[in-house]
């Protein structure tokens, strides 16, 4: 049996369909849940083995990017999300969905994630003041991480957001995210080498070229770029030029493997 | 009840403030030091401090990066304080009535945090302002840092402004109109800005004479919506009398169109469509969007629209409702929207300040804000802005224009339009307030320099994220069957929405059900209110409880305000008094046919209108200049350097689709000519190939040829992705001036002619299309301020196989490159202006693009870049770019020739190996082979090297 995924569908949601399809070439069977009928009980977090938050514009992004889709998550699903990610399963929130993982303190979670009470990471503005659509180059790094364990290829995929710029005011959490594998993609240069915040291939300004970060636990990752946008041979911004890998689905199949054997 | 105060500020220096500095700085304020600029939020309620200090940190503030400060609202005390204050602070906030979707955000959000005692907010900004005089301060709050029509603003604290509470209102004003003289029917108009001439007016008066009363303001300014250029296109439906004939400069004479011309629309633009019959085209003209065949399973709409008049004074928020709503044009299909276009015309943008006519915006604000609606709208939607262009020209100082375009996919035979006596009206999505009154007869007029504040209500601002709500009920509802017919509220509101529907069958509507944003509005404000976000269905009563499940899912409102009747009357109660009672024949077919009088001259006369100077260089001295000098400054002309800074602001990838992308080659910098999409959902290999030809210079000189050229260009770029020529459709926006002036209207009347002959030309259909005429403006000068005639061509066609997709970047060195079609050395246009014949469209064009079409078909064709602004020269050095390789032509290549701009031409790079095949299927027609892809990156042409860095630093701006 595949895999069941449950796509959550906040207020604003709008790459939803893009990650079903994504998820279902990887082998699993994506079913949307918006937001409201998690709320009303039409549906449960429990009865899923994986769990995705797409990306898009909850609420507009109103007061911060993220920032209302994850006092929902706190205000009516707290115990229901903890649970999930307690028992191992997979939870990958991108783009919108990883700012609301961030905002809600659910990553990067740990030592240092919440300090004196005041969340100590953010998704703050890109550095260069706006809105961007481009592709970028990501290098998995965290083998803790269950979607990026075993890559060590290049995934090249689409970039689309104003609000992508990572940043901690606790240089201990940094330390720690290291330390304890949590860093899970960074930005390169299409050559592999490291962005070293070098714009356009760092596009928002993130401390260390940081993409995407992951729970102690490896189990749930939160990333700005687009994997779900490369999926097919045809999206590659080169593929009139022989260029393609489809490279943005080994995340995905990775996630799906580790949930079929849980 | 007290108000909380919040100063949101950024502990590091932030993008936001930066951005006010660089645009303030580029519109002259050189002395200017530092810009701060901060967030305010206002919240009315009882809050203790402990409550209040944790909304700042939880809700209103990121603990990272910003810091709060609170207090109570205490503006006299704390502007006592800043009086002294070395620097200066401007406070600004939104006038009551505009929506505030983070305000709204903001109670609702408390409310779930558990502070119920919060119950209004408001929002504004703050700027802290250092170095600039109190004189120059005003000055910069008019013209960078607040917008009068939406905002106010104030030197120090700034009080806030909650929608206004006043009494619920069922006012309904009766006006005399039975014995009105010609001018006070004339003063009734204009009193109203309702924008009809004598003849409507007396012909109002005649069917108010006849049923003995005097209408309502309801029923007047339903008439009036209806009666609008926007609403009914009076003028493409004249009666025209063509006044005069000429002869052109050989002596030869002209086409000479028929004496009279009895609608534009029917015997030009549908003629056209109707006499190509393509098999393929499912509705044109008659719904919201045109729809064409996509596969066996589902076909695609497309829609554009303008939004010129709001953008003019509100760019951001007119831009946005502008795509808002032709959005919705496609969902009134019953269609998921998958795209969106935006084609923008500004003035200069480094025109002087000193020199605007007043009340108008600086072209580079009103490009800002535009940008910036257009890309608010487009990416929180989830619609991915994926093809488009940007000109610049002094004639659309006062008149930007703003084209939003968008495609839709459905489903066979799931779209109705067929509401049954006994369905109930039922009204989707936002609220109605008192945004947008009369912006249907708003657009229908010239502006002035008061236009901004007296149609400051006919502004609105977007709300993306309830229009996303429409498209998951309306998409769910169509697959359930849950309505019968469907309309989007666009101008003229529910009285154009529901009008129409009701416009065979009959309505009886209850205005009081209607579901206000705040009360006080008056029945014909409720009636023709164009708040945004709203669409009309008709449903079954048993339908009905489906609809609200879906619609509590989405978070979407829903309100059945009537019921259909069946009896071919309109009927509109407040409080089950009735307001409206119209013979639906009046209000559709009543409107007396407009008679114009055309004056066709040929070729136009050059207008004062030049194109902004191209960088810096004189073009007087133009034909001085070497020729790798000419051809950097044409790369780095406004018109046609790079775009790459707009198109990476709006999302071109969400959905998944986005096979060709607006810019494409080795680094992503190199413009291709159309976008290719493979929508997601669908099977097989077929893709949506979305193009646009646009050419006001052309206009200035001859509108027939003019659209002519535009028809091509549009074919031209979509065949060079890889659409098959035989299933184009295209749509038509024209904007033009005052038709009432005999010139404006010949040179309106010769455009579509040329759309006709075009469109037979090519065997591409027309099936949408819209107008947006009077773009004037009246400075305080006196003098009347028009754009170029300005025609639209935008493009829809289809690929068999998206995998042949072809971009223009050069691929691989020693492929050969061909161009296809003719080059006319001599007497065409060139970029100075100075022989400004237009360029006609070759007889061979089709047949050449048939011809290539099928050798892309075939995988000859490894790169194709189309000849448009700057010709040959132009076209090789983008394909450079986009493959950052060299290319080698022929030395035979005239430089003349290399700059001419002619129609039906293209470059196309073929390997060795797949040259005779190439050939083959070009038999006799205009095919030439001109040189050869290179690996050193130079581009050697007309005996001078150029080296591709330069090309990519002239056409980027950057190393």
Known sequence: MNPTVLILQAHGTNRDLDVAEALTLAGAAPVFAPLNDLRAGKKHFSDYQMLILPGGFSYADALGAGKLLALDLNSYFNEEIATFV?????????????????????????????????????????????????????QPISQKCIWTQGLDEIITCPVSHGEGNFQTNHQLLITNLVSSDQIALTYTHPDGSPANGDYPA????????????????????????????????????????????????????????????? | MPIHRFVVRFTAPDPRSAGFLSDAHALGFVGLKSITCQDLYFIEGQLSAQESQRLALELLSDPVTQEVENSILDIRESNARLSNAEVSIIEVALRPGV????????????????????????????????????????????????????????????????????????????????????????????????????AEMQAIQAYYRRIDRDPTDVEFETIAQTWSEHCVHKTFKALVAVAERQLTEDGQTVHRPPS???????????????????????????????????????????????????????????????????????????????????????????????DLPEGVLH?????????????????????????????????????????????????????????????????????????GLRGATFSSMTMDA???????????????????????????????????????????????????????????????????????LAPWEIWLSEAQERMVLAVAPGKLPALQELCDTFDTELTDIGVFTGDGKLVVRYGGKTVLELENEFLHEGIPQRQLSAVISNPLPVSNNQRPAVSGLDTEHWSLLPFKDKLLALLSHPNIASKAATIRIYDHEVQ??????????????????????????TRGTKGIVLSNGINPEYGKRDAYKMALAVIDEAIRNAVAVGADPERIAILDNFCWGDPKRPETMGSLLEACRGCHDGALLFGTPFISGKDSLNNEYLGADGLRHAIPPTLLISAIGIIDDVSKAVTMDLKSPGNILYLVGQTVDGGQWTVDGQRSTVPDVPATAPAAYRALHQAIQQGLVRSCHDLSEGGLSVAAAEMC???????????????????????????????????????????DLPLMKIGAVIADPVLKIAGEEIPVADLVKAFTGQN
């Open chain 2, 450 to 520: 008061q236009t901004g504040e007296v149609s400051g209500a006919s502004v609105q601002i977007g709300d993306p994220i309830t229009e996303k709500g429409l498209i998951d009920v309306i998409t769910r509802a169509r697959d359930l069957g849950l309505y019968t017919d469907i309309t989007d509220c666009g101008a003229g509101g529910l009285s154009s929405a529901a009008g129409e529907m009701a416009s065979v069958i009959g309505a009886d509507i209850e205005l009081q059900d209607v579901r206000l944003k705040y009360p006080g």
């Open chain 2, 881 to 923: 770019i986009g493959g950052r390789l060299g290319l080698e032509l022929l030395g035979t290549l005239q430089a003349e020739a290399c700059f001419a701009e002619t129609n039906g031409c293209l470059l196309a790079e073929i390997a060795p190996a797949a040259e005779s095949d190439f050939r083959a299927l070009f038999a």
């Open chain 2, 656 to 681: 998944g689709g986005t096979v060709v992308k607006p810019l494409t080659g080795v680094e992503a910098d190199a413009p291709s000519d159309a976008a290719v999409l493979k929508p997601i959902g």
């Open chain 2, 99 to 198: 929506t505030d979707p983070v305000a709204e955000q903001i109670v609702r959000a408390a409310h779930e945090l558990g502070f119920d005692g919060v119950q209004r907010a408001a929002t504004g900004l703050r700027f802290k302002v250092e170095g600039l005089s109190a004189a120059q301060v005003e000055k910069l709050a008019k013209q960078l840092l607040a917008n009068n029509v939406i905002q106010h603003w104030t030197i120090g604290e700034i009080a806030p402004s909650f929608p206004e509470e006043t009494q619920s209102s069922g006012e309904v004003e009766i006006l005399p109109i039975l014995e009105l003289s010609n001018n006070e029917l004339l003063d009734l108009s204009k009193d109203r800005r309702a924008a009809l001439d004598l």
């Open chain 2, 363 to 435: 072209p580079r604000r009103i490009q800002s804000g535009v940008v910036a609606g257009v890309q608010d709208y487009g990416n929180k939607i989830g619609i991915p802005t994926v093809n488009g262009a940007i000109l610049y020209d002094e004639g659309y100082t006062a008149n930007p224009l703003v084209f939003c375009g968008c495609v839709g996919i459905a489903p066979k035979g799931k779209h109705h339009k067929n509401p049954q006596p006994g369905d109930r009206v039922i009204v989707l999505g936002g609220r109605t307030g008192r945004d």
């Open chain 1, 86 to 138: 307690a028992a191992g399963k997979p939870v990958i929130g991108i783009c919108n969905g990883f700012q609301a993982l961030v905002k809600s303190g659910i990553l990067p979670g740990g030592n240092w994630g919440v300090v004196n009470g005041n969340l100590s990471t953010t998704l703050t503005f890109n550095q260069q003041g706006h809105f961007e659509c481009r592709w970028v180059n990501l």
């Open chain 1, 202 to 262: 760092n596009p928002n300004g993130s401390l260390l070229d940081i993409a995407g970060i992951c729970n102690p636990a490896g189990n749930v990752l939160g990333l700005m770029p687009h994997p779900e946008n490369h999926i097919h041979p045809w999206q590659h911004p080169r593929h009139t030029r022989g260029e393609s890998g489809q490279s943005g689905l080994v995340l995905f199949e990775n996630g799906v493997k580790y949930a079929a054997r849980l």
């Open chain 2, 260 to 354: 009279t011309v009895n609608s534009l629309i029917k015997t030009y633009l549908k003629a056209a469509t109707d006499k190509i019959a393509a098999p393929w085209v499912i509705s044109a003209f008659v719904d919201n969007a045109g729809i064409i065949d996509f596969d066996d399973e589902f076909e695609i709409s497309f829609k554009a629209e303008t939004h010129n008049h709001p953008s003019a004074i509100e760019p951001f928020g007119g831009a946005n409702t502008g795509v808002g709503g032709v959005i919705r044009d496609v969902l009134g299909v019953s269609a998921k929207p998958i795209a969106a276009t935006d084609v923008l015309c500004f003035g200069p943008q480094d025109m002087n300040p000193d």
